[in-house]
Each structure stands twice: as structure tokens, then as C-alpha cells.
């Protein structure tokens, strides 16, 4: 990172952005075409980080996984537009994380519902859910480990 004082290296400072962001975008690339897509998402910390989704089991994302599972993401939150007098003096106050790291499609049912139980947790709060089981084997579950991510934060700017 060029900006070392802006860089955050704690991880529960890191843990505290990804639990208050709404959306986690997904960075795939197949060949020299690179393809982003917001998701709903849900993290589970401790010595094994990961990234949990949920989706729809055709489309884009998957045939570009199945070709490149190695993803970047990227979350932030505090946003706050700094509004200058002069077009150079605006700005922008924010805390965001970045990572990169492999995306697996999981297939095992346990581990769907624990990675949908993380996705729960993280919007509702809601650590154990139940689920049909037919909708659960059905389901599509796609896993990221982190295998890298910082964190940056930019500190308010003077007006």
C-alpha cells in the first residue's frame, strides 16, 4: 500500500468493516476479460477466514470460477463525501478491505448450511437457521478463502 498511514493492519479493525458492510464485490477474471459482481455475503473469522455466498447455479460467475477461482473482493463502509470549494479540494472519507484468495463451489450439505448460517448471521443476526432439506441439496453455495486481505481507511479531511 503507497499510503502506509492510511493502511489498517489490525484484523479486528478489518473484522469490524466486513461485519458492517452490506455488499461484498467480486473481482473474476477469464483470460484478459475481468468481470466485478456485488454480493450478499456472510464471513466467518478465526484461523481459517472465509467468505461465504449464495447463488443462482448458471450464469457468468460460475463459468468464469470454474475457469479462474482465484478472486479478489473488496467491502467498505463509511462513506462521506467531504464538499470543497474547489473542485481539488473535495474528497471522501471512507474504511473499505481488500483481499484475494480462492473460491471453491461447495457441494458438501453441511458445509452449505454452514456457510448460509454465516450469510444469516451477518443480515439478521440469526447464528442457526433450518432449512428443507431438498432446497438445501439444491442449493448453490460458493465458498472464498482468504488467503490475503488489508484494510484502508481514509481519515477525515480538513474543510
Known amino acids: 500500500m503507497r499510503r502506509k498511514d492510511r493502511e489498517i493492519t489490525g484484523i479486528d479493525e478489518i473484522e469490524e468493516i466486513i461485519s458492517r458492510a452490506d455488499v461484498c464485490r467480486i473481482a473474476l477474471t477469464d483470460k484478459n476479460m475481468p468481470y466485478i459482481v456485488p454480493m450478499n ?77 454465516c450469510i444469516m448471521s451477518h443480515y439478521s443476526g440469526n447464528k442457526k437457521n433450518s432449512y428443507n432439506k431438498e432446497s438445501l441439496e439444491k442449493m448453490l ?5 482468504i488467503q490475503v486481505m488489508t484494510g484502508k481507511k481514509c481519515l477525515p479531511l480538513s474543510q
Open 41 to 117: 455475503f456472510g464471513y466467518s473469522g478465526g484461523d481459517d477466514k472465509r467468505l461465504w455466498f449464495h447463488c443462482a447455479a448458471k450464469g457468468k460467475k460460475l463459468y468464469m470460477i470454474r475457469r479462474n477461482n482465484y478472486v479478489c473482493f473488496e467491502v467498505d463502509i463509511d462513506h462521506h463525501i467531504i464538499i470543497g470549494e474547489k473542485a481539488c479540494d473535495f474528497g471522501m472519507n471512507y474504511r473499505s478491505v481488500i483481499g484475494w484468495g480462492r473460491i471453491e463451489i461447495v457441494t458438501d450439505v453441511a458445509e452449505k448450511q454452514l456457510g448460509l448460517d
Open 141 to 145: 453455495v460458493l465458498r472464498l478463502d
